[in-house]
């Protein structure tokens, strides 16, 4: 199991710029647009807007 820590690069949706989350995945290519979202609503980000950046490549990504 790996690590990630994504970092929003810009404001999207309700996620402000900066906005920092961690996110655990069994990829080494980086976590799963499934596995962003399931930590964006873990972390109370819940509105479809936001959601739909949960593509790792709208985020700045480094492994732990």
């Given at each position: 199991?790996?690590?990630y820590t994504l970092t929003a690069p810009r404001s999207m949706g309700k996620i402000p710029k900066g906005?920092?989350?961690q996110v655990p995945s069994g990829s080494t290519a980086g976590p799963s647009s499934q596995e962003v979202k399931n930590a964006l609503q873990a972390?109370?980000?819940?509105?479809p807007s936001s959601l739909s950046f949960?593509?790792?490549g709208n985020w700045k990504?480094?492994?732990?």
């Open positions: 199991m790996y690590l906005f920092t989350i972390a109370g980000i819940n509105d949960s593509a790792y990504v480094e492994r732990k």
